[in-house]
């Protein structure tokens, strides 16, 4: 009967535990990595060995130190070499980036999206990004998989987007479709994308360090991205975050998902621009123009984002209640909403969050900024090489 793991099983542990940190931390000593890992210095140089064998980590003498004796090797991760798309499908954009091992943004494209483009019709051309990237990668470079950041309901099965309402996806493959044009020897992993770039700040970004951590996230629409325990909290099927889909308000506006008065009917673009008397208008120029004529004195645009701000506020500290994080991150249009309206949000979240809930929590705008969607996309698509480093070829 077996009754542990054997040692190549334990080998590949390691492997991955160093090749993680390294990835995560970036450049790191071989002292640090013995102490931090808590293996003996000659396990270490075994496993430093195999891993730049693979090419995924070089070796070298600090470029500074002011130590006497000999200094530690240094493992830094091969970013130039072992590299993986992302990608970001957006309400009014799409991007595409190659990332390093590391999570360096080497070579990024920006597209317009059109608001109707179906997953077949954006496939292709985000296929298109990566091939004029391509041109540009060094000798022996290795992709390791691609990952997607989605506005919508990802199944996490098989990356099916159930339902984008601000993109108009329902059971869109994306995954499938995207995969087909990579090739087979690009795996494609998807995910929501307040998901991912949660996962991003957690892993490398303001919530470093954080255990309970909300990723606000908006566009059209808004969703959350949640850390709990150190963990993603995805659900069951991958769903969990549709935090724009509490309803608020009985009988309030008509959401884009079919129902009444959704918490992103009130923060959301739709809300925002309704508000401000400005229907007609969309996209996130539009609101950074609202909060730009608040600015300047618009008593209907002032107006406008307060209200937004209050029932910013309403619904983080629901969420506060709920999840008691360390952090909260604004990101996308949110991050516009809270630096217009952080007066009238922290003073709902006041008034109706716990007090022991709000003692420890903190409001942040990302690190990664826009491109945490990119990493944390990226991101997806490492975790398969760091699970088992020798098992990506």
């Known amino acids: 009967m077996r009754v542990g793991p054997s040692q190549d099983e334990i080998r590949r542990q390691n492997l991955g535990a160093l090749l993680r940190h390294v990835h995560l931390h970036g450049a790191t000593t071989r002292a640090e990595l ?31 130190t002011g130590r006497a004796g000999r200094p530690s090797l240094v ?129 490398r970004g303001a919530a470093a360090g954080c255990d309970n951590v909300i990723y606000l996230y908006g566009d059209v629409g808004v969703g959350a991205g949640i850390i709990a325990g150190g963990r993603r909290l995805t659900g069951h099927g991958g769903y969990s975050g549709e935090v724009g889909h509490m309803v608020v308000v009985r009988d309030g506006a008509r959401c884009e998902c079919g129902n009444r008065g959704c918490w992103e009917t009130e923060i959301g673009e739709h809300g925002l621009l309704r508000a401000a008397g400005r229907s007609d208008a969309r996209g996130r120029d539009a609101m950074l123009a609202v909060f730009d004529a608040a600015d300047r004195g618009d008593a209907r645009a002032q107006s406008a984002v307060r209200q937004a701000g209050d029932w910013l506020g309403f619904g983080v ?45 903190r409001l942040r705008t990302p690190k990664l900024g826009e491109d945490a969607p990119l990493v944390g996309a990226a991101e997806l698509a490492f975790d398969r090489l760091l699970a088992d480093p020798l098992d990506v070829g």
């Not at 292709?124 to 990668?137: F, Y």
């Not at 716990?354 to 420890?360: D, G, I, K, M, R």
């Open 34 to 64: 013995t102490t931090t890992l808590g293996l003996n210095r000659s396990t270490i140089g075994a496993l430093t060995a195999d891993l730049a064998a693979a090419g995924l980590v070089s070796e070298g003498a600090p470029r500074e």
């Open 75 to 203: 493992v830094r991760p091969e970013s130039d070499r072992v590299f993986a798309y992302a990608y970001s499908i957006e309400v009014d954009r799409l991007r595409a980036a190659r990332v390093g091992l590391g999570g360096a943004v080497l070579d990024r494209r920006e597209l317009d999206r059109p608001r109707g483009l179906t997953a077949t019709e954006a496939a292709p051309l985000l296929a298109g990004a990566v091939k004029e990237m391509r041109q540009a990668l060094p000798e022996g470079a290795v992709c390791v998989g691609a990952g997607v950041a989605v506005c919508g309901m990802v199944r996490r099965d098989d990356g099916l987007v159930r339902l984008g309402p601000t993109t108009g996806w329902v059971d869109e493959p994306i995954g499938a479709a995207l995969g087909a044009e990579l090739g087979v020897d690009v795996p494609v992993t998807v995910g929501n994308v307040a998901d991912v770039a949660a996962f991003a700040e957690h892993a």
């Open 317 to 361: 500290a629901n969420l506060v209640n709920i999840f008691n994080p360390e952090m909260v991150i604004f990101g996308g249009t949110m991050r516009d909403l809270y630096l217009a309206a952080a007066a009238q949000m922290r003073s709902r979240l006041n008034s109706n969050g716990l007090p022991a809930c709000l003692e420890h929590v």
